[in-house]
């Protein structure tokens, strides 16, 4: 089962599973000033496939 879905914050997901603040930096995500927006939008934004990311985010907030 997700943890993550495309509709949770940036900020928001890496305040709950730490662990995805590497993943959003991997995909080059702007976890910092542009963390306040949802996941979806900022892959949008950055650049980021979707799908791989929301997989490699799931996989972290399982660990």
Do not use: W
């Not at 979707?50 to 997989?55: D, I, N, Q, S, T």
């Amino acid at each position: 089962m997700n943890k993550v879905n495309k509709y949770m914050v940036v900020n928001d997901c890496i305040k709950i599973y730490p662990k995805t603040i590497g993943i959003f930096t991997q995909f080059h995500i702007d976890s910092c000033c542009g963390g306040a927006v949802s996941i979806e939008a900022a892959a949008r934004r950055d650049g980021a496939a979707l799908e791989e990311l929301m997989a490699a985010l799931n996989e972290a907030a399982s660990k």
